[in-house]
């Protein structure tokens, strides 16, 4: 059974950074393609980003497309999510996704999901 813990969340600037860790457990993390949502209040959990399982490949939302960046070290069994050039639409609880389902231009998730953590960009 694979547990995630996000980590990275706050409160941060227009403009700026801010980079989002997820540490996998439990399960073989190196073989695992992984994925970034978002949840807004009052909107639904929407794909951000996400990494195949050797971080050769890579997927965006259009909105943070040129802006974000997904990476990986499978030796620390971790994956991050480094947001540049935030924005106030930014702001929700990120969720990281372990062994979903990624081929071609999609990723689909996968029932195991951290805990979330909130980001909240200012103006």
């Known amino acids: 059974q694979v547990q995630l813990v996000e980590s990275g969340g706050g409160l941060v600037q227009a403009g700026g950074s801010l980079r989002l860790s997820c540490a996998a457990s439990?399960?073989?993390?190196?073989?695992?393609?992984m994925g970034w949502f978002r949840q807004a209040p009052g909107k639904e959990r929407a794909f951000v980003a996400a990494?195949?399982?050797?971080?050769?490949?890579?997927l965006f939302a259009d909105s943070v497309k040129g802006r974000f960046t997904v990476s990986r070290d499978n030796t620390k069994n971790t994956v991050y999510l480094q947001m540049n050039i935030v924005r106030p639409d930014d702001t929700a609880v990120y969720y990281c996704?372990?062994?979903?389902?990624?081929?071609?231009?999609?990723?689909?998730?996968?029932?195991?999901w951290g805990q979330g953590t909130q980001v909240t960009v200012s103006s």
């Open positions: 996704n372990a062994a979903g389902q990624y081929s071609g231009s999609r990723y689909g998730p996968s029932p195991y």
């Open positions: 439990g399960g073989t993390f190196s073989r695992y393609a």
């Open positions: 990494i195949s399982w050797s971080g050769g490949s890579t």
